[in-house]
């Protein structure tokens, strides 16, 4: 009766499942399973050991009459009824079981089968309002689950290494038990959520923990297996142990038996630590996603960025502000951070085509359609107090901040200010500072940011300049200059007290100029004092 029960496939009473598990789990060398049985290893654990990658075997609930009757008939078996699985695998420490400690109250939880678990990930995905079109599932377990699963290896290498089946594998052929749990969880979950796994911005996260500290396990690992690790009587290092065997009068066989007694005793107390489920903490989210698009600036009242100094807000509003509290929303992202390609004062208004800029959202429950985007832009565009306006609002990828942080420092930048000089300007002079390209200036940290920057000198380059005269106005004119991106242009104009200067040899000028001579000068606003050089290099000639 007990062969005709072994024979006979268990598909009919626990589905086809199961009995595709108990066709598998036959084909395994039963002693050898067996043996892992004995020293706690779970069914799913036993599978990974041997390849097994079918997700359907480890997705299937396990009953503890499965196992003993796929070993019903073994010889290497005397009382089936105890081969069943393990309270909490010695080797996984549960992650493979289901079986976890919620890390608030140390609770052990308990699911029947990758089914349980993945339920209840789906619901509490739901309860925190995500809308996801896909999933990566990341997996984060202890140092010590690696251990055992090291020594386990060895011992099962010391025990069957002569025989046929064991001698084709090796430790990294087995499937780990991250792998495994990716392997039982993945079919479920895209079930349940109604997407596929894919590689995108959502993403679930299983961090399991261990109190046993990864020292903890290498120090007893060291301690099992530090007679193989001691290199003595050597010039060269090699290992001396087939001299020692010999000097204790112990044979090769009776010295590989005490082997095995030893890594048998070692790998009983190394799993004896283990005898706990890991913690589990959950974790869902989604990484950054990003809105781009340019900013304008119509007020000399607003701020780029929130400015607050001893608690007193700097300024009417500021673009950050108005920007994320219009996008946060819409998204249901935990917070917000503002990016942009360079800054103008607060009393610089920003116009044309206007600053590049980028939104950051962290954690966003909700991912805006196209559609959605361009209401949000209209919406910004039309609010009543008309501080600041966007263009082309879309959502981008994390390349563009790489992209925009390149445009910052390579970018050329066209400003218009209106000067007034302490003399009148002659055509000649308009002539003059139209004449001058590519110029080279020095500029030291401004007074007015001396208290935030560091004290540094920066060389920038006037690319091209153009006076524009104020009908009615013989000494206010407009100035219009494209610089290098980074340029102090409030400085340039008035001099900064001499901080701001051209560099010697600027074109033009010869090698009239000095820094040391335009002390008297440090009043002066640079346009003057570059009228004056230009005006010294054309007499010396």
Known sequence: MATEIAKASPATVNGDDVGALYDV???????????????????????????????VHYRSPLSPSTLSSVFSDSTDLDNHSSLREPVVCRLCLGILQFTYCEDKDKKVVR?????????????????QGFEIDGFSLEVSIPPVIL???????????????????????????????????????TETLETKLDCKSSIGTFRIRLTYTYPISSKTVENSVEGCHGSKRRKTGTHNGLDTRGDDIKRSGFSTSEAGS???????????????????????????????????????????????SCWIIDDERMGEASVEEIMGSNILPICRGDKYKFHAAGREDIDVRML?????????????????????????????????????????????GSQSWDLMREGEAEKQKQYTALVWTSRILKDEDLQSISSIKDMCILQRTPIRVLHRRSPLEREKIIHWMRIERIVGSSQYFLLHLCTQAGTYIKEFVHGDLGRTQPRENFPGCGSVFHTSSLSPMAYRSLIEVILLLKNQSAKSL
């Open 25 to 55: 789990v036959r084909a395994l060398p039963s002693h050898a399973v067996i043996e892992l049985f004995s020293i706690g290893v779970c069914t799913r654990c036993i599978l990974r050991l041997f390849g097994v990658r079918e997700s």
């Open 258 to 304: 005490l082997q095995a007694i030893e890594l048998s005793k070692c790998l009983k107390l190394r799993l004896e630590q283990t005898n706990e489920p890991c913690c589990l903490e959950f974790l869902c989210y989604r990484t950054q996603i990003y809105f781009g698009g340019r900013y304008l600036k119509y007020s000399r009242n607003v701020s780029q």
């Open 147 to 185: 251990e055992n699963e090291r020594i386990v290896w060895d011992h099962m290498k010391t025990k069957y290494e002569s025989e046929h089946w064991f001698q084709e594998r090796s430790l990294p052929e087995c499937i780990s038990a991250k792998d495994a749990l990716k392997i039982s969880l």
């Open 352 to 396: 044309g085509s206007g600053r590049p800029f980028l939104v950051e959202v962290q954690n966003a429950r909700y991912v805006p359609s196209q559609e959605s985007v361009k209401d949000l832009q209209t919406k910004i565009n039309n609010l009543q107090n008309k501080l600041v306006g966007v263009k082309n609002l879309k959502l981008v």
């Open 111 to 127: 699911k029947e089968s990758a089914d349980g678990l993945a339920g209840y990930i789906s619901d509490l995905i739901r309860e």
